[in-house]
């Protein structure tokens, strides 16, 4: 089975930027759709951003034009680039291999005002 590790998390200022990466334990991302979801306390998980394996993206209104998701099928990375972030960023980030039970373990990103 797959295994998804997220890092690149922590804690900014309102403005900054940071870059999410999520390593697959092994070459499946040339076949398969991945995604960026987070949540954050009290709500539900919801979608960020997702990458079809021919590389067409699509975002959530929240994020368009701050967030960009990437993938290097090469390196089996999945990549979020998050600019301009604001405190309702704040969450915890997890990729997920759209189409099957497969998530990482999350990532907190904190953004204070």
């Known amino acids: 089975q797959v295994q998804l590790v997220e890092s690149g998390g922590g804690l900014v200022q309102a403005g900054g930027s940071l870059r999410l990466s999520c390593a697959a334990s092994r070459s499946i991302f040339y076949i398969r759709a991945m995604g960026w979801y987070r949540q954050a306390p009290g709500n539900q998980r919801e979608l960020v951003a997702t990458?079809?394996?021919?590389?067409?993206?699509n975002y959530a209104d929240s994020v368009k034009g701050r967030f960009t998701i990437s993938r290097d099928n090469a390196k089996n990375t999945v990549y979020l680039q998050m600019n301009s972030l604001e405190p309702e960023d704040t969450a915890v980030y997890y990729c997920?291999?759209?189409?099957?039970?497969?998530w990482g373990q999350g990532t907190q990103v904190t953004v204070s005002s």
């Open positions: 997920h291999l759209i189409g099957s039970g497969t």
């Open positions: 990458i079809s394996s021919g590389g067409m993206t």
